[in-house]
C-alpha cells in the first residue's frame, strides 16, 4: 500500500471508526512534516481528509491540511472555501473571510460559498452584511431553502425571534427543512415565552424521531420556565436515558428537583453532572448551594471551595461560602469572604448588607453602620435594612439617624410592627413623648404582644427620668394602660 492508499470503509459504515479516520489523518501529516510524500496528493483526497477532521473536531489537523491543499492548488475553490471553514471554527473569523473572499473570486456566482460568507460575517458581528448577503441570493431564488434556514438561524442567533418565527413558520413545508424548521421554532417560542406553540413545536419533532434526547432535553426547560417541575424532570430523565452523557440534563434535573424540595434528590444529579464535566464552577457552586439550604454547611464550604478554584472571579461562590461560615458563627472566615465578594461586585447591595449583619453580632456597630449605609446606596427600597441600620445607630445611641432610618423603614412599609416599636423607644430617648405614644401605640395594635414586652422594658427605658410627662401622654390613648405603668 502506497502513503494514499487509505482504507475507505469508514466511508461506507453508518458510523467512522474514529480511531481509524485518526491513525489515517495522522499517518499523512508524518509524511507532510517529513516531506516524505512524492505524489501530489488529488484534490478529493484531500478534501476527504479535512472532511474526516470536522467529524473528529479535530480543527488543528484540519487547518494544516487545508492550508496545504491551497498551497499546493492556489486556483481550487474547494480548497480555499474549506480553509475558510476550518479557520472559521478555529475562531479566526477575519482570515476566514479572506479565505472566502477568495474562494467566491474563483467562483462568483455560487450560492453555497455566499451562504457561508454570510455565516462567518454573523460570527465576526457584521450581522447586517450577513443579512444583506443571504437578501440578495434570496432575491434571485425565492425558494433558496438553505438561505432562508441559514438567515432565520442567524436571526435566532441574534435574538431577533420574531423575524426568525416569520421565516421557520415557511420552513414547516419543506421536505428537506421540516424537522430543523420544527426544531428551531420550539427554541424560538419558548424564547419568546410563547410555551405552548414551543412544545407543539417540539412534539412534531418527537412524532418523527421519539430517540431525539435534545428535543426531550429542550422540552424539559420549557416546562422548566413554566415552572411544571415534575414534568421538567420527566423529560430530562427521558433525555438522560437516551443520552448518559448529557451533563447539562444532570444539572437541570437537579434544578428541578432543587425547585420541589427534594434536595437530596438535587445533590445526586449535580454530582452526576460533575462526573461528566469536572471544568463547570457553575456545577460545584449549585451544588454547594443546595447542600446549604439543606444545612449541610461544612459540605457547601468544600464545594464553594471548589467552584472558586474553577472559577476564582465567580463573587457569588464566595458570598455562598461566607453564608455557610457566617451559619457556623465562624464570623472572621465570613468577612473574608464577604470582603472578596465586595472586591469582586461592589454594588450588590446584598453583599454589604450581610457584611454589616456580622459586624452588628460582632457588635462592631460603627463598622456594621459604614456597611449598612452602603447597602443602603445601591439599594435604598430595602426596609429590612433600614430598620438593622436603625437598631445599629440605636446601640451607638445615634437616636436622630435612627429616628430617621425608621421612617424610612414605614414609608416602605406601613404595617412594620418592630419599627413602630422600635421607634417609640427611640423618640423616648429623644424626649418627643407624643410621637412616641403614637407610635407605641401602632405596634400595640398590630401586634398586641408588644404591650407585654413594652411593660418589661419600661422601667429600663426610664430608670433615673421622670417618666411622669410620659404617662401623661398614654392617658390620652388608654387611661386603663398609662395606670398600670404607675
Not at 459504515?13 to 501529516?29: C, G, H, M, V, Y
Not at 444583506?132 to 433558496?144: E, G, Q, R
Not at 445526586?268 to 444545612?295: C, M, Q
Not at 408588644?450 to 426610664?462: I, S, T, W
Amino acid at each position: 500500500m502506497n502513503q494514499f492508499d487509505f482504507d475507505d470503509d469508514s466511508h461506507t459504515d453508518d458510523a467512522p471508526n474514529s480511531e481509524k479516520l485518526r491513525e489515517q489523518i495522522r499517518t499523512f501529516l508524518t509524511e507532510l512534516a517529513n516531506q516524505s510524500i512524492h505524489n501530489v496528493p488529488t484534490s478529493d483526497l484531500l478534501e476527504r481528509f479535512v472532511s474526516d477532521c470536522f467529524v473528529l473536531q479535530n480543527f488543528t489537523d484540519a487547518l494544516k491540511i487545508s492550508k496545504y491543499w491551497v498551497s499546493i492548488m492556489p486556483f481550487n475553490v474547494d480548497a480555499w472555501h474549506k480553509l475558510s471553514l476550518v479557520q472559521s471554527s478555529l475562531g479566526n473569523h477575519k482570515d476566514a473571510l479572506l479565505s472566502i473572499e477568495k474562494a467566491l473570486s474563483l467562483s462568483p456566482g455560487d450560492t453555497d460559498i455566499s451562504i457561508n460568507k454570510a455565516v462567518i460575517h454573523d460570527k465576526c458581528g457584521n450581522v447586517s452584511i450577513a443579512i444583506s448577503t443571504l437578501v440578495l441570493i434570496i432575491d434571485k431564488n425565492p425558494s433558496n431553502e438553505d438561505a432562508l434556514m441559514t438567515m432565520a438561524l442567524i436571526f435566532t442567533r441574534n435574538k431577533r425571534f420574531t423575524e426568525a418565527i416569520s421565516i421557520l413558520e415557511k420552513l414547516t413545508n419543506s421536505v428537506s427543512f421540516r424537522r430543523d424548521a420544527h426544531y428551531e421554532l420550539g427554541y424560538c417560542y419558548d424564547s419568546i415565552r410563547e410555551f405552548s406553540k414551543s412544545l407543539i413545536s417540539y412534539e412534531f419533532c418527537l412524532d418523527l424521531d421519539p430517540t431525539d434526547f435534545n428535543v426531550w432535553y429542550n422540552i424539559g426547560v420549557v416546562f422548566l420556565h413554566k415552572h411544571q417541575y415534575y414534568r421538567a424532570i420527566e423529560a430530562f430523565e427521558n433525555s438522560v436515558s437516551l443520552e448518559p452523557d448529557l451533563a447539562s440534563a444532570y444539572v437541570n434535573l437537579g434544578n428541578a428537583f432543587a425547585q420541589t424540595g427534594r434536595l437530596c434528590k438535587a445533590v445526586e444529579y449535580y454530582k452526576e453532572a460533575i462526573l461528566y464535566d469536572s471544568t463547570d464552577f457553575s456545577l460545584y457552586h449549585n451544588l454547594a448551594s443546595t447542600l446549604e439550604t439543606r444545612g449541610d454547611f461544612l459540605e457547601a464550604i468544600d464545594w464553594y471551595t471548589k467552584a472558586i478554584v474553577n472559577n476564582p472571579k465567580h463573587h457569588e461562590s464566595y458570598f455562598g461560602r461566607a453564608t455557610c461560615y457566617d451559619a457556623l458563627e465562624q464570623y472572621e472566615k465570613a468577612l473574608s469572604d464577604y470582603e472578596i465578594s465586595i472586591l469582586l461586585f461592589p454594588k450588590c447591595s446584598e453583599y454589604w448588607y450581610a457584611k454589616a449583619t456580622v459586624h452588628f453580632n460582632l457588635k462592631n456597630f460603627n463598622k456594621s453602620i459604614e456597611a449598612y449605609k452602603n447597602a443602603l446606596r445601591f439599594d435604598a427600597t430595602d426596609s429590612e435594612c433600614w430598620f438593622d441600620y436603625a437598631l445599629a445607630c440605636f446601640e451607638l445611641d445615634d437616636y436622630v439617624s435612627s429616628k430617621l432610618a425608621l421612617h424610612h423603614v414605614l414609608a416602605i412599609d406601613s404595617t412594620n410592627v418592630e419599627a413602630y416599636y422600635l421607634l417609640g423607644k427611640v423618640l423616648t430617648k429623644l424626649f418627643e413623648y407624643e410621637e412616641s405614644v403614637q407610635s407605641l401605640f401602632c405596634s400595640f395594635k398590630l401586634d398586641k404582644s408588644k404591650e407585654v414586652q413594652f411593660m418589661n422594658e419600661f422601667r429600663d427605658l426610664f430608670i433615673g427620668k421622670d417618666s411622669s410627662e410620659f404617662i401623661l401622654e398614654f392617658l390620652k390613648y388608654d387611661e386603663e394602660f398609662a395606670v398600670s405603668l404607675q
